[in-house]
T-cell receptor, first 115, second 114 residues
Framework: GAVVSQHPSRVICKSGTSVKIECRSL??????MFWYRQFPKQSLMLMAT?????????EQGVEKDKFLINHASLTLSTLTVTSAHPEDSSFYIC???????????FGPGTRLTVT | AQSVTQLGSHVSVSEGALVLLRCNYS??????LFWYVQYPNQGLQLLLK??????LVKGINGFEAEFKKSETSFHLTKPSAHMSDAAEYFC????????????FGEGTQLTVNP
């Protein structure tokens, strides 16, 4: 089956620094990828839709200048958390849709801790 | 618009007892439906899915779910709970078109008591 990877799996950074998270589709191409955020004991919240070759579409309430998304190729989308603060600490998950289908493949997630 | 409601944020069962996790959905098109399991500090693992065809779908770890269009439900069941089933479970519905997002329910935390 199709595989989506994320890197890193865990990252700890200091407040004020920026962190980049990569999402890769390993054996298929994805013109669209989705970025979710999950707080402890909560469900996944869609942050943005990443579109290859064009600007990302952000959900209401998500700061586009803080969460920079770049979808530079058909297999790679990156999420950069800029000027991170402790409240940005969360579990970030990406997904990519199966070609021609309404199914999604999920990455394993990235645990971000901002100190 | 798509939506998912999971009844019961916490479900507790005894080991060996029936597991029933409830999911109701709303969809403007024939839905694709999914159940995911998430263990602490891990990502989502697909348990099972309904796309088209047989309404009773079997998944991994002995779980199954039945799509009932008339009730707009997709409840997850397992005949006999195991301690290792303790986890968070999410029901999700597909978007209206291919390539669109999934919409998740709020999740159900399953506790299995010895």
């Amino acid at each position: 089956g199709a595989v989506v990877s994320q890197h890193p799996s865990r990252v700890i950074c200091k407040s004020g620094t920026s962190v980049k998270i990569e999402c890769r589709s390993l054996d298929f191409q994805a013109t669209t990828m989705f970025w979710y955020r999950q707080f402890p004991k909560q469900s996944l919240m869609l942050m943005a839709t990443s579109n290859e070759g064009s600007k990302a579409t952000y959900e209401q309430g998500v700061e586009k200048d803080k969460f920079l998304i770049n979808h530079a190729s058909l297999t790679l989308s990156t999420l950069t958390v800029t000027s991170a603060h402790p409240e940005d600490s969360s579990f970030y998950i990406c997904s990519a849709p199966s070609s021609g289908s309404r199914e999604q493949y999920f990455g394993p997630g990235t645990r971000l801790t901002v100190t | 618009a798509q939506s998912v409601t999971q009844l019961g944020s916490h479900v507790s069962v005894s080991e060996g007892a029936l597991v029933l996790l409830r999911c109701n959905y709303s969809s403007s098109v024939p839905p694709y439906l999914f159940w995911y399991v998430q263990y602490p500090n891990q990502g989502l693992q697909l348990l099972l899915k309904y796309t088209t065809g047989a309404t009773l779908v079997k998944g991994i770890n002995g779980f199954e779910a039945e799509f009932k269009k008339s009730e707009t439900s997709f409840h997850l069941t397992k005949p006999s709970a195991h301690m290792s089933d303790a986890a968070e479970y999410f029901c999700a519905v597909s978007g209206e078109t291919s390539g669109s997002r999934l919409t998740f329910g709020e999740g159900t935390q399953l506790t299995v008591n010895p």
